[in-house]
């Protein structure tokens, strides 16, 4: 079997793991492995990709991944890494959000072959437990002074300003019991999560030695973060999701295509299925000519084209092609419509060309410019582009033989855009 330690060492996800030796000889055979997906939202999002492609490198390795969804543990909220207790999801939503993530597991894991994947939903098994019988079966085998050294009840019993909830402490026991169920039911030796779970994870190696007496394995990998230690899949409009109802593919194409110098190398380590070799080559790119940006456009393409498929992956090129330079007086008024579909617009009446509308009112309706001072600023300074052409009055009024099919096509700049859609 590929050395699956290996591939993970190379791209620098292992953070932390149990005795390397005996994890080394466990994975030198097929393992079942597991990662646990937390159904706060009805769409996963950019954070979760790490331990998406974990599972998926794992069953490409020859292994057997199981993705958990958290059902019951979603209906307590995990307080690793918060600093406030979570909002309680009502069973309603709890529903809809967890059918929404089974759908998108889809995409990254195979559910089919020799080592399928197996989706599972701890609400399954907790729902039959009574309060009595959890404290009777599993409670007893958590001792008290473990759960507090764990740095995710620590650091929130330390805060003078909020608390933990009995709640949110005995959300351990549930993660923990996870990996007893798994490795009884379906020979699960395996938790991976980020960094931050790895408390969780210890916990549940310690309950499995508790009550299966058998060893258990853990490993964690660094969390998805930016150069300068912020969360990654973070915008001005909110988090990236994976959803294309939540954040449609160009917009996600887009914000991997912007991916920092600083920051491309590591996101291709950790999120991107190419090689060792391929790497080598797109890091020597980077250094030679980073103007070309290839190290950005390979890893927007691969994470577009798994998440949201080829045809939406050359839709979102299309579009990034046409808004940031390219001709598009010869598309006709439906390839627009195709190309712009996932684009963000502002909806704008007819009548207001009519009306007469200069540049710096669709400079500031696009949301390029916070006020009509700014809007002259930027077309002074040459920043103002109408259909990718510059304009250089700042009187311009624009009219009907300005639109591009229904569109105007404003920029400011080399990355900022705003499309306004006339109807």
């Not at 699956?4 to 996800?13: A, C, N, V, Y």
């Not at 394995?217 to 990236?240: H, Q, Y």
């Not at 920092?260 to 080559?281: G, K, P």
């Not at 250089?392 to 096509?409: C, H, M, P, Q, W």
Request: charged share 25%; net charge neutral; hydrophobic share 40%.
């Amino acid at each position: 079997m590929k050395s699956i330690l290996d591939e993970l060492q190379w791209r620098g996800l292992i953070h932390q793991s149990t005795d390397p030796k005996e994890l080394g000889e466990q994975l030198s055979k097929p393992t079942v492995v597991y990662a646990g997906f937390d159904p706060t939202a009805d769409s996963l999002h950019v954070g979760s990709l790490l331990p998406l492609m974990m599972l998926r490198r794992f069953q490409q390795a020859g292994h057997r991944p199981v993705a958990l969804v958290g059902g019951a543990t979603g209906m307590i909220g995990d307080p690793s890494g918060k600093t406030d207790e979570r909002q309680l999801l009502s069973k309603e939503s709890l529903a809809t959000n967890v059918a929404g993530i089974r759908e998108q597991l889809g995409h990254f894991l195979d559910f089919t072959g020799p080592n399928a994947a197996i989706l599972v939903n701890n609400l399954d098994w907790m729902q039959g437990f009574s309060f009595l019988d959890f404290l009777r079966d599993v409670g007893k085998n958590v001792p008290i002074n473990v759960m507090l050294t764990k740095d995710s009840v620590k650091s929130r019993l330390e805060r003078t300003d909020s608390g933990l909830s009995y709640t949110e402490f005995s959300y351990m026991l549930l993660q923990a019991y996870d990996f007893v169920f798994l490795a009884k039911h379906h020979d699960c030796l395996l938790q991976i999560g980020g960094s931050d779970q790895w408390g969780n994870i210890t916990a549940g190696i310690d309950l499995g030695r508790r009550m299966l007496g058998r060893p258990l394995f853990g490993l964690t990998c660094p969390l998805l973060t930016t150069s300068d230690g912020k969360k990654m899949g973070k915008t001005e409009r909110g988090a990236v999701w994976l959803a294309a109802q939540r954040t449609s593919p160009f917009e996600f194409y887009q914000y991997f295509i912007n991916v920092a110098d600083a920051d491309v190398l590591m996101t291709l380590r950790f999120l991107s299925d190419l090689t060792q070799d391929e790497y080598r080559e797109l890091e020597s790119q980077l250094r030679e000519k980073p103007q070309e940006r290839a190290a950005q456009t390979r890893l927007a393409e691969s994470l577009t084209r798994l998440v949201h498929g080829q045809a939406k992956l050359d839709s979102a090129q299309h579009a990034t092609r046409l808004l940031f330079g390219a001709d598009i007086t010869q598309l006709t008024q439906d390839q627009l419509n195709t190309i712009f579909e996932d684009v963000p617009s502002q909806e704008v009446p007819r009548d207001r060309l009519a009306q007469g509308l200069g540049i710096l009112d669709a400079l500031c309706t696009a949301g390029l410019a916070n006020s009509k001072s700014e809007a002259r600023r930027t077309v002074t300074e040459g920043a103002a582009y109408l259909n990718n052409q510059k304009v250089t009055a700042f009187d311009r009024v624009l009219n009907e033989s300005d639109l591009a099919g229904k569109y105007l096509i404003l920029r400011a700049g080399k990355k900022r855009y705003g499309l306004l859609r006339f109807v």
